[in-house]
């Protein structure tokens, strides 16, 4: 405000350099004894509203306006007398900031708990942004601001987003399905959201401009999980899956030479059946078919009844199709072994390998069936 000497009239107004406030009072601390004809000069960007003597007298728009009040220079400070030289006249004029209030943040402080029809009961967090803009300045003050003499967006950011979370909890729990389908929905929950909204900012002369939502995320866990969901749906059937990959490796070993090679093809052969125990004792409960013309074929491990066709028995996993067997105690040995899995008797390295008439593949000397093709020697 311009200067206070009781003999010049004021010249009023406002800049804001902050460019948060909302509103601005002059004068800032109590009340003042603005004089009859007192300049007011409001922007485009504001509105003046004027207080005198505890009333909002009048609501200014853009331009140069002249107050009215009845502190007359020089004589109301002679009539003051009995007050102490103050006016009892009192009045105060609020700048009001008009411009939409941008990038004013809000969101969910605690996570909310949410029943998801796929993945049950959750908890989720919502972020964005939200503009306004004051667009009833009276009473916006009387119902906001009070008596304040700075009213900054700070003051009123934390209410309003109580507010928006508030009305976007029971929007999600009406219309929300599963968190899946979500960020598809973002633009029709925003225009929901902010048709709901704009009721309540409208009790205190305001005007929600707009509303995004930028995420709506669960908790790390929940995410997790979503993310474990996505691999199992790669593949359907997990045990063709192991099968397949057992096989190779146990292909690329049978491949390898040298004595790296052997190795890892005993040790993947004393693996294999281990691997495939779970998958067969699944079909454990399946009736061994009979060999024609006699009884049904057991495993020499076991014991226990197993299908003609079964490569390894389902109930202790032991390897039934034979490639070489221990010249001592009669074990199975896997392909290329130099030594036997149970009792550790080597494996002669003088063994002339034996060529399939079928197929041509070279076996070991002491190999009963073919490696590559299965034929008996």
Not at 40 to 54: I, M, N
Not at 364 to 370: F, R, T
Request: with cysteine.
């Amino acid at each position: 405000m311009g200067t206070n000497n009781i003999f010049f009239l004021e010249v009023i107004e406002w800049f804001d350099d902050t460019g948060k406030e909302l509103v601005h009072r002059i004068p800032e601390q109590g009340s003042g004894e603005i004089k009859y004809g007192a300049q007011l000069t409001v922007r485009e960007s504001q509105a003046g509203v004027f207080f005198y003597k505890g009333k909002a007298v009048e609501a200014f728009g853009p331009g140069r306006h002249t107050l009215k009040t009845a502190n007359i220079p020089l004589l109301t400070k002679m009539v003051s007398l009995p007050w102490g030289m103050t006016s009892p006249l009192r009045a105060e004029v609020y700048m009001v900031n008009m411009k939409v209030f941008t990038n004013l943040k809000w969101g969910t402080r605690d996570p909310v708990a949410f029943r998801d029809d796929e993945l049950g009961l959750i908890r989720l967090r919502a972020f964005g942004i939200f503009n306004f803009q004051v667009v009833q300045p009276v009473l916006f003050i009387n119902s906001l601001v009070g008596t304040q003499g700075v009213f900054t967006t700070e003051a009123v950011e934390a209410y309003l987003n109580r507010v928006i979370v508030s009305r976007f909890n029971d929007f999600m729990g009406e219309s929300i399905d599963t968190i899946l389908n979500l960020p598809a929905k973002y633009d029709e929950l925003s225009g929901s959201l902010a048709d709901r909204l704009e009721k309540e900012f409208s009790y205190f002369g305001l005007s929600l401009q707009n509303i995004y939502i930028n995420s709506i995320t669960p908790p790390p866990e929940v995410q997790s999980a979503i993310d474990d969901r996505s691999r199992m749906g790669l593949f359907q059937d997990l045990d063709k899956l192991t099968r397949m990959k057992a096989a190779m490796a146990l292909e690329k070993a049978s491949e390898s030479e040298g004595g790296a090679g052997a190795g890892m093809g005993t040790g993947l052969g004393l693996m294999m059946p281990a691997m495939f125990s779970q998958y067969f004792a699944k079909q454990g409960n399946r009736t061994a078919t009979p060999v024609s013309g006699g009884e049904a074929p057991a495993c020499p491990e076991c014991h226990q009844a197993v299908d003609v066709d079964a490569k390894f028995c389902p109930h202790c996993g032991h390897q039934l199709l034979v490639f070489q067997k221990c010249e001592k105690c009669g074990k199975n040995l896997s392909p290329h072994a130099r030594f036997c899995s149970r009792c550790g008797h080597p494996v002669a390295d003088t063994a002339k390998e034996k060529v399939c008439p079928k197929c041509g593949a070279e076996n070991l000397g002491g190999a009963v069936y073919c490696n590559q093709c299965g034929e008996k020697y």
